[in-house]
């Protein structure tokens, strides 16, 4: 049986130095994807990049990265590819989500991102990943 933690948090869409939008983020942690975490935005936020989007549920753009890079960004700038976290201003963080369309800024209340984690480790503590992981499942959603 599989678990799951979801939280809905209000973030910020930077928009520029001085405007950003408000919007709301569901995020997701499944213990049969022990290694990742899930942000799902609003589909009025796309920026039209099929190619680093990852399980649309429910007219939602989700992205899948995994979940030692948010719980690294928190304190340090964590990322080198699509998807960058780093701690903002005050008790904010920064995750920054590149696709060949363009590049979202989201800020996040680092509180918000700390209870979400602390959830996701009552499911699955770090460096317990790979007890859960269902490498027959991988393997044949891999070969298709």
């Known amino acids: 049986m599989h678990a799951t ?29 022990p290694l990742a975490v899930r942000m799902a935005f609003p589909a009025e936020y796309s920026l039209d990049g099929p190619a680093d989007l990852a399980e649309p549920e429910a007219g939602d ?8 890079l948010l719980a690294g960004g928190l304190e340090l700038p964590s990322g080198v590819g699509d998807v960058q ?29 700390r209870r979400f984690l602390w959830r996701s480790r009552l ?7 790979h007890l859960h992981l269902d490498a027959d499942r991988a393997l044949a959603q891999l070969l298709g």
Do not use: K
């Open 5 to 33: 933690a979801e939280e809905t948090v209000q973030a910020r869409l930077i928009l520029s130095a001085h405007r950003a939008a408000r919007l709301r983020v569901t995020l997701t942690y499944r213990t049969d994807d």
């Open 61 to 68: 753009i989700v992205w899948v990265f995994a979940r030692r």
């Open 85 to 113: 976290v780093r701690p903002g201003p005050g008790r904010n963080t920064l995750v920054e989500l590149r696709a060949p369309e363009g590049t979202a800024l989201v800020r996040f209340d680092t509180t918000d991102l």
């Open 123 to 129: 499911l699955v503590p770090e460096g317990e990943e």
